[in-house]
C-alpha cells in the first residue's frame, strides 16, 4: 500500500507569491494533518482535517489555510510568502480523529 | 500549555554501547506521548507510543521508552546501538481526547554512531 504521499517534494517561491501544498492520505484514512518543521526546530501543528472539517489549528497566521477534498486529500495554501516560511511542511494521516499518525516525506519550501 | 524538552541537542554513542534519550514534558494531565526519529530528507517515523497502562513501553527497532510521571520524563532507550540508528530523534506530547489539537515536539536530538 502507498503511504503518504506529498507533492512537489520540492518547491522555490519569491516572497509575496502564494503557494499550494498536496496531500494524499494513506487510503481509508479520513483525518489528515499538516505540520511545519523549521530547520533544527521540531514540527509544528499547523491544521487537522477530519470528514472535510477543520477540527484543530494551531498557532499560525491567516494567511495559512487548508481545506480536506471528498476523497480525503488535503491541499495546504500559504499566501504573501515570507523568508520565514521556508521550512519542510509535513503531512500526516490517520484512520480517526485520532495520534495514529502516518507522516509523508514532506515539501521542502524555500522563499528567497 | 503543553511543551517538550529535549536537554541533549546531540549525543554521540559508539556502534554497540547503549543510548538514552531524553525527554522531560509539560502538561496538566495525563499525556499522550511518542517517540519519532527522522533520517535525512525524510518524514517522521513512529518508535513507541504510551497512552495508558504499563509504563515500559516497547517500540520498535529495539527501543524503549519509560514514562515517570513523578518526573515528568519519557525516555528512549536501545541496549545497543546500530550505525543505522544515526538519525534525528523528536519527543513529542499530545492532549488527552483525540489528535484535533496536534502534537507538540520537542527541538530534536541528533544522535550520532561512531564506528
Known amino acids: 500500500d502507498a503511504g503518504v504521499t506529498q507533492s512537489p517534494t520540492h518547491l522555490i517561491k519569491t516572497r509575496g507569491q502564494q503557494v499550494t501544498l498536496r496531500c494524499s492520505p494513506i487510503s481509508g484514512h479520513k483525518s489528515v494533518s499538516w505540520y511545519q518543521q523549521v530547520l533544527g526546530q521540531g514540527p509544528q501543528f499547523i491544521f487537522q482535517y477530519y470528514e472535510k472539517e477543520e477540527r484543530g489549528r494551531g498557532n499560525f497566521p491567516d494567511r495559512f489555510s487548508a481545506r480536506q477534498f471528498p476523497n480525503y486529500s488535503s491541499e495546504l495554501n500559504v499566501n504573501a510568502l515570507l523568508l520565514g516560511d521556508s521550512a519542510l511542511y509535513l503531512c500526516?494521516?490517520?484512520?480517526?480523529?485520532?495520534?495514529?499518525?502516518?507522516f509523508g516525506s514532506g515539501t521542502r519550501l524555500t522563499v528567497v | 500549555a503543553q511543551s517538550v524538552t529535549q536537554p541533549d541537542i546531540h549525543i554521540t554513542v559508539s556502534e554497540g554501547a547503549s543510548l538514552e534519550l531524553r525527554c522531560n514534558y509539560s502538561y496538566g494531565a495525563t499525556p499522550y506521548l511518542f517517540w519519532y526519529v527522522q533520517s535525512p530528507g525524510q518524514g517522521l517515523q513512529l518508535l513507541l507510543k504510551y497512552f495508558s497502562g504499563d509504563t515500559l513501553v516497547q517500540g520498535i527497532k529495539g527501543f524503549e521508552a519509560e514514562f515517570k510521571r513523578s518526573q515528568s520524563s519519557f525516555n528512549l532507550r536501545k541496549p545497543s546501538v546500530h550505525w543505522s540508528d544515526a538519525a534525528e530523534y523528536f519527543c513529542a506530547v499530545g492532549a488527552t481526547g483525540g489528535g484535533a489539537d496536534g502534537l507538540t515536539f520537542g527541538k530534536g536530538t541528533h544522535l550520532i554512531i561512531q564506528p
Open positions: 500526516a494521516s490517520s484512520l480517526e480523529q485520532t495520534y495514529g499518525y502516518t
